[in-house]
C-alpha cells in the first residue's frame, strides 16, 4: 500500500516512512492511495475472532510489506494483552437502541492506548530493523502525552520527551506522565501555557542546526498508522450487532476529527456505516460545518472536556480531500483560506455529500453533567465528560431511526473524577493499576520558556543517554 499526500505535491511514500514521517512535506497528510474493500464475505468470515486477531486482519492492508501477517499479529497480541478488560473494547447496551463502547481500558485510561499501543511497537519493529533511533518531541496539554509515553517506554530505539506546562494540568494527568521511571522518558515541565509548549516543540522542529543532531520525530493525531488501528473497533462493535446484513450508526465525541475519520474509512472499506454522528463541546467548529458547509475558527473555550478544546480539527483535511474528489491543488486553496481568513466555505452540493454520512451535535457543559447524571441514573453506568458528549449525541440524533447507534467512550470516569463527581453524585475510582498513583514517586525536570534552555537540556539528556 502507497501512501499520497492531501496537497497533492509531497513524494508518495509506504507505509513505514509514513509511520516515521507524521506530517507530509507539502504540509498536508498521508492518505491511502486507494482503500482496502471487503464484501459482505470478507467480513463475515471477521466475526468471532479476538480483538487482536482482528486488529492484524484489518490493520493488514494499510502495512503492506511493512509486517508480515505473523509479525503483526504478534505486535497486536503484545499491545492489546496489556488492556485491563479481556474483551479489550467491551461494548455494553444502555438503551433499546444505543450502546456503548468501551475504548479506556488501556494503561493510560483513554482511547489513545487504542492506537498508540500498537503504534509504539510498530517504530520499536521498524527502527530495530534498520538499526535505527529516533527522538520524539511533543507537547501535551492531557491524555496524549501520557498515551505516548506508555507506548514507548522502555523502547530501545527511542527517547521521548514531553513537554507540559507547569501547574497547567491537573494532577492525575501530570502522575501519568512523570511516575513513569523508564530511562528513554523525559517529562519537562515549562514555565508557561500549553501554546507556549507547542510552540517550543515547532520551534525545535524549524531549528535545523537542532535536527542536523537528532532525528527526530511526533506521534502526534495526524499519524496514519494511528488512524489505521482505530478503524478496528469500527469493525468489532459493527461485528457484534450484526455487520455486515445490518447498518449500524457511531456517536463520536470529537476534538481533532482523528477517531470519527477512522469510521469514515471504515465505511470506504464497506462497512455498512448508516450514519456518524460528531459530538461537540461549546468549541462546536465541526457541529457548525455540518450544518452550514461554512468551517470558520472561534477562540477556544474552556470546558469539563478539555480533550476536545481546540479550534481546528487537524484530521478533517482528510474528509476534505475525499469531498473534493482528492483534488490536492483545492485541498490546499481551501487551508490557505482558513490561515489567512479564518474561515472556507465548501459548495452546496459538497455539503449535500458531507451530510449523506454525518451530522454535528454541540453539547454544552450543563448538558454534559445533565447527561452525565441521567446516565448512571438509568443504567448504573458513570460517563467521563467526553463519553457523555458521545452519549447525548447518540441521543439527540440517532435514536428511533431503526439502526442501532454505538457511542463510543473514550476516557474513564476515574481521569475526570471532578465533573464525574459533581454530576452523579459519586466519585469513580481509579482501576487497581492506579491505584496507588497519587503516592508514586515523580520524576521531571522544570525549565523556563525558552527554547535553548529546553534544547540544551535535550542535548545533555541524549549525551548521557548515549554514553550509558
Ligand atoms: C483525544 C480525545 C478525544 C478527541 O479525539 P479526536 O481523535 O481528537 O477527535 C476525545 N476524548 C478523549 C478522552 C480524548 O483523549
Not at 457484534?240 to 463520536?252: E, I
Not at 453533567?369 to 467521563?384: K, M, P, Q, S, V
Request: proline letters at 5%; a negative charge.
Amino acid at each position: 500500500m502507497n501512501y499520497v499526500s492531501t496537497r497533492g505535491e509531497a513524494p508518495v511514500l509506504r507505509f513505514e516512512d509514513v509511520l516515521l514521517t507524521g506530517l507530509a512535506t507539502d504540509g498536508g497528510l498521508y492518505v491511502p492511495q486507494t482503500w482496502p474493500m471487503l464484501s459482505s464475505d470478507d467480513i463475515r468470515s471477521l466475526r468471532g475472532l479476538s480483538y487482536a486477531a482482528l486488529a492484524a486482519r484489518i490493520m493488514q492492508p494499510f502495512v503492506g510489506a511493512a509486517f508480515a501477517p505473523s509479525e503483526l499479529a504478534g505486535l497486536t497480541a503484545d499491545a492489546y494483552g496489556g488492556f485491563t478488560h479481556a474483551a479489550v473494547a467491551p461494548l455494553k447496551q444502555l438503551h433499546d437502541d444505543i450502546w456503548l463502547m468501551e475504548l479506556f481500558h488501556g494503561p493510560t485510561l483513554a482511547f489513545k492506548d487504542m492506537a498508540l499501543q500498537v503504534v509504539g511497537r510498530m517504530f520499536d519493529a521498524i527502527l530495530a530493523r534498520r538499526g535505527e533511533r529516533i527522538v520524539i518531541i511533543g507537547a501535551t496539554s492531557g491524555d496524549t502525552g501520557s498515551a505516548a509515553i506508555e507506548a514507548v517506554r522502555g523502547s530501545a530505539s527511542v527517547e521521548i520527551f514531553m513537554l507540559h506546562p507547569h501547574g497547567r494540568v491537573s494532577e492525575a494527568q501530570r502522575r501519568q506522565m512523570t511516575t513513569v521511571h523508564a530511562p528513554n522518558v523525559h517529562n519537562i515541565a515549562v514555565d508557561g501555557t500549553f501554546d507556549d509548549c507547542q510552540d517550543l516543540v515547532k520551534a525545535m522542529f524549524n531549528d535545523s542546526a537542532f535536527r542536523g543532531r537528532h532525528r527526530l520525530s511526533a506521534v502526534n493525531s495526524i499519524n496514519w498508522a494511528r488512524i489505521a488501528a482505530q478503524i478496528v473497533y469500527y469493525f468489532r462493535a459493527a461485528l457484534a450487532l450484526g455487520a455486515p446484513d445490518r447498518p449500524v450508526a457511531f456517536a463520536v465525541p470529537s476534538g481533532n476529527f482523528g477517531n470519527v475519520f477512522a469510521g469514515y474509512a471504515a465505511a470506504r472499506m464497506g462497512l455498512p456505516i448508516a450514519a456518524l454522528y460528531v459530538g461537540a463541546n461549546r468549541n462546536d467548529i465541526l457541529a457548525r460545518f455540518f450544518a452550514s458547509g461554512e468551517m470558520a475558527i472561534d477562540t477556544v473555550h474552556p470546558t469539563i472536556s478539555p480533550s476536545m478544546d481546540i479550534q481546528i480539527s487537524s484530521n478533517f483535511e482528510r474528509l476534505l480531500f475525499e469531498l473534493l474528489d482528492r483534488k490536492g491543488g483545492a485541498v490546499t486553496g481551501l487551508m490557505a483560506g482558513l490561515r489567512q481568513s479564518g474561515a472556507f466555505s465548501v459548495d452546496a452540493d459538497c455539503l449535500a455529500r458531507v451530510r449523506q454520512m454525518f451530522a454535528g451535535f454541540r453539547c454544552d457543559d450543563d448538558a454534559t453533567r445533565a447527561e452525565i447524571a441521567a446516565t448512571y441514573r438509568d443504567t448504573g453506568e458513570l460517563l467521563d465528560p467526553h463519553s457523555a458528549i458521545g452519549v447525548a449525541t447518540a441521543r439527540a440524533l440517532g435514536t428511533g431511526k431503526g439502526v442501532p447507534v454505538v457511542a463510543l467512550a473514550t476516557a474513564h470516569p476515574a481521569k475526570f473524577p471532578q465533573a464525574v463527581s459533581e454530576a452523579a453524585g459519586i466519585t469513580p475510582s481509579l482501576p487497581p493499576h492506579l491505584a496507588d498513583l497519587y503516592d508514586r514517586k515523580e520524576r521531571y525536570t522544570r525549565l523556563p520558556n525558552d527554547l535553548s534552555a529546553i534544547e540544551d537540556h535535550v542535548d545533555m539528556r541524549l549525551k548521557e543517554r548515549a554514553a550509558a
